[in-house]
């Protein structure tokens, strides 16, 4: 008794859960359901990322290790209910208008991506980020996180068969003799049902049951191991670091980094600004100043 005593003594005085009119049950129901919704990304990175060349096992790997350590400082340091993980625009930027497009190997690019986060740190450490964020109207704030929204909406369709591409109209209704559509639609269903009856953890139960659904029609295969080895991030570990001459002997590839810079400055901020004001951290069209940091 006294251990789970000091057990919580310890998580509230860490978290304020009770300043912050919550429960460890429900931040635990929180937690699971901001991992499922993000886990996506561990798929979906190494992929995009495969297709400049790089070594899908070491992505994933450095993909779950960055999401792991960005969401333990978010806790720790800013004390805010948000998670971290490698965002999905800029990783098909990097792949597909840098690399395949503009001819440039991805590991000069990753020198690229290196250099602007520096330089991004270095905006964020001497609060002009800050100062860019609070000037920008709060109508533009709103449709910035809207966008985004929206795009992750159209990758979730476009992964559950509602959406596809087509030459003539770029994008078309799926087609609604694939059974995996249906079980699509089934979680939509009833997660919008849940949600409008303010059901808590409406998305994560939404997406057990439709979990179970489609392991007992078996339109989603059983895992065949529950744990597996770890890749290895060796064929892709510094590898930004070592190309940076690269960068210094192109002049043109600077072009490439502060777009680069402002791709990852107006996603993130669009990101943040979504997260905030749906948590309550926006005041006066402003957030507040640990959020922006």
């Known amino acids: 008794m006294d251990t789970s005593m000091n057990q919580r003594s310890f998580i509230e005085k860490l978290f304020h859960l009770q300043e912050n ?5 429900r931040e635990v129901l929180a937690g699971l359901t901001t991992f499922v919704s993000m886990a996506y990304i561990l798929f979906v ?56 497009a503009m001819g440039i190997p991805w590991q000069t ?3 690229g991506v290196f250099i602007s986060s520096i330089l991004f740190l270095i905006l964020s450490l001497v609060k002009l980020r800050e100062i ?13 996180a809207a966008g985004i929204g929206i795009f992750i909406a159209f990758v979730g369709f476009q992964g559950g068969g509602l959406i596809t591409g087509s030459k003539s109209t770029l994008v078309a209704m799926g087609s609604f003799t694939v059974p995996t559509t249906w079980l699509t639609i089934f979680g939509l269903i009833v997660t919008g049902g849940l949600m409008a ?29 529950i744990v597996s080895t770890i890749p290895s991030m ?17 002049p043109q590839l600077w072009a490439v980094v502060l777009i680069f810079l402002l791709v990852a400055f107006f996603d993130t901020a669009g990101t943040l600004i979504g997260l905030a004001s749906q948590a309550g951290f926006m005041k006066d069209n402003k957030m507040q100043e640990s959020v922006v940091h």
């Not at 333990?72 to 395949?100: C, E, K, Q, R, W």
């Not at 860019?132 to 910035?144: C, E, N, S, T, Y």
């Not at 979990?211 to 065949?224: N, R, W």
């Open 132 to 144: 860019v964020i609070d000037a920008i109207p709060h109508d533009l704030k709103l449709a910035m």
């Open 45 to 100: 990175n190494p992929q995009v990322l495969g297709d400049a060349g790089m070594n899908k096992g070491a992505v994933f790997t450095a993909t779950a290790l960055s999401a792991i350590l960005g969401s333990v400082l978010m806790a720790l340091l800013a004390n805010y209910p948000i998670a971290i993980a490698p965002g999905l625009g800029d990783n098909a930027f990097f792949t597909y208008s840098v690399v395949l």
């Open 234 to 250: 060796k064929p892709t570990f510094g590898v930004g670091v070592m190309h940076l001459g690269d960068i210094i002997t192109k």
């Open 197 to 225: 009856k303010k059901v808590p953890g409406s998305i994560f139960i939404g997406m057990v049951l439709t979990t179970i659904l489609g392991l007992v029609t078996k339109l989603i295969p059983l895992p065949t191991h």
């Open 109 to 111: 690019a990753m020198a």
């Open 21 to 25: 009119g919550t429960t460890v049950i």
